[in-house]
């Protein structure tokens, strides 16, 4: 899972841009700051995950831009392990899943016999990793 912690100091303007990623009010986003909680949460390969991971490639062009950051990336397993992502990290992230993405799809094609050999594989769609 990855989660959006918000920073500690957040000025209006941090407030509004964390408005625009998440559906918590001004009052939620500051209390989820003061505690170190998540603003948003994003599980990986679940849910609608094709319109998620549009908004995580989003999110990551972002996060590698901007000089200062009105949140941090968390990434957390089923065991409890939590990393906050440098965001070089959040961008290999995204490349690993990607490329999980298509390998799954490399691999349904061949057992749908939709192709016979995998250098015949196409991509089924485009990548959303932003390079």
């Known amino acids: 899972m990855i989660s959006l912690i918000p920073a500690k100091n957040l000025t209006a303007s941090d ?3 964390l408005r625009t990623l998440s559906s918590f009010s001004i009052a939620d986003i500051r ?3 003061e505690n ?3 603003v948003r949460d994003f599980d ?8 998620e991971r549009t908004e995580l490639a989003k999110i990551c062009v972002h996060y590698l831009s901007a000089k200062i950051r009105p949140y941090s990336v968390k990434e957390s397993d089923e065991y409890g392990l939590d990393e906050h992502l440098t965001p070089e990290q ?3 992230r ?3 899943w990607r490329s999980i993405e298509l390998e ?4 349904t094609d061949l057992e749908n016999g939709d192709i016979s050999d995998p250098k015949e594989f196409v991509p089924h769609d485009g990548d959303w990793t932003n390079g």
Request: glycine share 8%; net charge positive.
């Open 90 to 92: 959040f961008r290999a």
């Open 94 to 96: 995204l490349k690993y």
């Open 15 to 17: 407030m509004k841009f």
């Open 36 to 38: 170190g909680a998540s």
């Open 44 to 51: 990986i390969f679940r849910g609608n995950w094709e319109t």
């Open 31 to 33: 209390k989820a700051a």
């Open 104 to 107: 799954t799809q490399k691999h």
